[in-house]
C-alpha cells in the first residue's frame, strides 16, 4: 500500500510541476505567435515540439534497451 501511495504521489508531483507548465508554456507561447507572427508560426512551433517529443522518446528507448544490454552482461559476467 505504502509504494502505490508513493507511486501515485510521484505521479501527480511529475504532473503539477513539470508537465502542466510546460503545457501551459506552450499555450502561451503559441497565442503569442499567433497575435503578433500569425497562425503559420503557431504550426510550425507545435510541429517542433512535436518532433523534439518523438526524437527523445526514440533516444531514451534506444539508450535504455543498450543499459539493458549491459546490465545482463553484467549479470552473466558476474555469475561465472
Given at each position: 500500500m505504502e509504494r502505490a501511495t508513493k507511486s501515485v504521489d510521484e505521479m501527480l508531483y511529475f504532473l503539477?510541476?513539470?508537465i502542466a507548465p510546460t503545457l501551459l508554456e506552450i499555450v502561451?507561447?503559441?497565442a503569442i505567435f499567433w497575435v503578433k507572427l500569425g497562425p503559420l508560426m503557431v504550426v510550425a512551433t507545435l510541429v517542433m515540439v512535436a518532433a523534439y517529443?518523438?526524437?527523445t522518446w526514440k533516444i531514451t528507448?534506444?539508450?535504455n534497451k543498450v543499459r539493458r544490454e549491459a546490465i545482463d552482461?553484467?549479470?552473466k559476467a558476474?555469475?561465472?
Open positions: 503539477f510541476f513539470n502561451v507561447v503559441c517529443i518523438l526524437f528507448e534506444w539508450r552482461a553484467d549479470n558476474t555469475q561465472r
